[in-house]
């Protein structure tokens, strides 16, 4: 037992093969930030062409297949051992399922996408309309809706219902057991765990990049500080020892302490946003809007626009990139959440993870969305800023401005070091065999790794050529993600038989059904 235990809590090639790649890609952004950028921009944008179908339809029969389980019996089977209960209170889970998996996001561009689409590029009518304005709205909950977060549920109920029913480790590659079992020979295993930690890595630390470009552009507007790489990297060091701190602490303590906190400030910020803003407007906005989300779900999931190509460029630009992203993030968010979700039913599971946040992201967006689409209206130009500067230069035009945007920028740090906290678990996780609870040391060595990549990245302008890598990453992450679901659904079934979970009675079922 010793040597078991000694083994699985050893650094794996994993570590170290992730590491040498990442470096390597690294690298080259510094020596060739330019070059970088163009070519995985060039991949990027034949991928997104020339795979735009494959991905609509992939993430769509995400969608079915989380639906069908949560109105199955089979939605009923727990994630852990008969008896087990959840660890945390449902509110400090949502709470860290949710920092984790869009935080960021959310506050970058919840102001910033509605205007775009009504502004600058609508996905359908023409900028500046009404109706432009409509679709704005529409299609921001569709791209932080039901899709995105049915993407991150599917690999986080994959991950917890192998690792906590089947006594898996916490690995991508474990989970194709039941599908490959003998032919997962461990170079097979190892590669894709590559993948899945690569993936991690390099969002995790564009996402600090961008996480610090925006604290700086609301200091900017708050107090006049230079927009500056000498600024940013002080943003990034004060939040590495913050969220290494939390990470040293445990998910009990420091991630549950930070994500209740998020949650807190994210509602204040709401609120107050609400009664200071156009607050008829935003209801009747959000409550239109979410009608004709609704409405238009399955035309919007499906649409490629084949003969027009101006609004297949629009497609690339938003739908499709937005889901090669998730896709790409979804081995970290996955990976977190099933950690954080043991002993809960799947249907809980899924209906928790699906349909709260895009109720939350629907409220978000309607409220942020409505504030700086107003603002534009009003005549006042926030096309003109930058994108981490429009949520600032919304307030700026607001009642309470200042107190807003101080919030705000609380609220990106602490998500920022949330993101940062569960990614160094997660890291640490993938690359000790599927731990529960990695040495403090791997989670450090990660930490540090992350920041450093981001500031690299940031002075040498390669940041976005790491973007890029991520979106490509994506591609064939959602061939493993399809295998993961045939693995799943031959593990659900042969339990279904095992626990008896039919629809039908006994007296119309089939024998040997």
């Not at 898996?168 to 097979?188: C, E, H, Q, Y």
């Not at 493993?480 to 042969?494: D, N």
Request: net charge positive; glycine share 8%.
């Amino acid at each position: 037992m010793g040597t078991k235990k000694e083994t699985s809590h050893k650094i794996t090639n994993v570590f170290w093969i992730t590491l040498a790649i990442t470096l390597v890609f690294v690298t080259i952004g510094i020596l060739t930030p330019t070059g970088l950028a163009s070519v995985t921009a060039n991949i990027q944008n034949f991928i997104t062409t020339t795979f735009g179908w494959y991905y609509l339809i992939f993430v769509s029969v995400l969608v079915i297949f989380c639906f069908y389980l949560i109105i199955s019996p089979i939605g009923s089977i727990k994630l852990g051992k008969a008896g087990e209960k959840p660890k945390y209170s449902t509110i400090s889970w949502f709470g860290m399922l949710f920092s984790a998996g869009m935080g960021v996001g959310l506050v970058f561009w919840g102001a910033t996408e509605p205007l775009s689409h009504y502004a600058i590029s609508s996905p359908e009518a023409e900028p500046g309309t009404n109706q432009a304005l409509m679709d704005a709205f529409r299609f921001s909950f569709f791209h932080w809706g039901i899709h995105a977060w049915a993407i991150y549920a599917f690999v986080g109920l994959t991950l917890a219902y192998f690792q906590f029913r089947q006594d898996k480790p916490g690995l991508i590659s474990a989970t194709l057991d039941p599908l490959l079992g003998r032919f997962m020979k461990p170079s097979v295993r190892v590669t894709i765990d590559v993948i899945a930690v690569f993936a991690t890595i390099v969002g995790v630390a564009t996402t600090l990049g961008f996480g610090a470009t925006q604290i700086n552009g609301g200091l900017s507007f708050l107090f006049d500080i230079p927009v500056s790489f000498k600024i940013q990297i002080i943003i990034i060091a004060v939040v590495t020892v913050l969220f290494l701190t939390s990470a040293m602490s445990g998910l009990g303590r420091g991630m549950k302490w930070l994500s209740n906190t998020n949650m807190v400030l994210a509602v204040l910020l709401m609120i107050i946003v609400i009664i200071v803003g156009p607050t008829l407007l935003t209801l009747n906005m959000m409550t239109d809007a979410t009608g004709a989300y609704m409405q238009n779900f399955i035309g919007m999931s499906f649409r490629t626009s084949p003969v027009d190509a101006a609004g297949r460029e629009w497609i690339n630009s938003w739908t499709i990139f937005y889901w090669a992203w998730f896709i790409s993030w979804s081995p970290f968010v996955g990976i977190f959440i099933a950690r954080v979700s043991k002993g809960r039913r799947i249907r809980e599971f899924l209906a928790g993870v699906i349909l709260l946040p895009t109720l939350l992201s629907v409220v978000w967006f309607a409220v942020f969305g409505t504030a700086s689409t107003s603002v534009q209206r009003a005549g006042f130009d926030l096309t003109q800023l930058k994108t981490e500067e429009v949520l600032f230069g919304t307030f700026n035009h607001m009642p309470l401005g200042s107190l807003l945007s101080i919030i705000a920028i609380f609220l990106i740090g602490v998500f920022f070091i949330t993101s940062a906290d569960s990614a160094t678990y997660v890291l640490g996780m993938q690359t000790m065999n599927g731990v529960m609870n990695p040495a403090n040391r791997v989670k450090f060595i990660w930490g540090i790794i992350q920041s450093l990549i981001a500031s690299i990245l940031l002075f040498s302008g390669g940041l976005e050529g790491l973007q890029n890598m991520l979106i490509i990453v994506a591609l064939p992450f959602s061939f493993i993600m399809l295998l993961m679901m045939i693995s799943l659904s031959i593990a659900l079934r042969k339990e279904r038989r095992d626990l008896g979970l039919y629809i039908k009675p006994k007296s119309l079922r089939k024998p040997n059904s």
